[in-house]
């Protein structure tokens, strides 16, 4: 059974910092693309970052680049996100999503749309 399971989010002052993490289990982490998504109250889920299988390419999006770091390691069956200088913008529940195909090439990468497995989410406030 695939399972996405997302934590470390919280409570942080503007300007602070957060890790993510995704631990996935029922499949081969290896072998898949995974997305760090988000999704604020009243807006539509939007893209953050994603990384290929073996971590070589990595993306952003415009309004997360220079703050957030994507990375994995897939011993550990874990893809992380590193959100540093976080914005009164950044608030949000961010979820990880697997993809089917190799997609972390293109900013379309970005869409959920290209995404088939989500976790439940971890609730990121900045608040100060």
Same mark, same amino acid.
């Given at each position: ?7 470390? &989010? &919280?409570?942080?002052?503007? &300007? ?34 994603? @990384? ?60 959920? @749309?290209?995404?088939?497995?989500? &976790? ?9």
């Amino acid at each position: 059974q695939v399972q996405l399971v997302e934590s470390g &989010g &919280g409570l942080v002052q503007p &300007g602070g910092s957060l890790r993510l993490s995704c631990s996935a289990s029922g499949f081969n982490l290896d072998s898949y693309t995974i997305g760090w998504f988000r999704q604020a109250p009243g807006k539509e889920r939007e893209g953050v970052s994603c @990384i290929s299988d073996r971590g070589r390419t990595t993306l952003y999006a415009d309004s997360v680049k220079g703050r957030f770091t994507i990375s994995r390691d897939n011993a550990k069956n874990t893809v992380y996100l590193q959100m540093n200088s976080l914005l009164p913008e950044d608030p949000a529940v961010y979820y990880c999503g697997r993809a089917p195909r190799p997609v972390c090439v293109t900013q379309s990468a970005l869409s959920p @749309i290209a995404y088939a497995y989500w &976790g439940q989410g971890t609730q990121v406030t900045v608040s100060s």
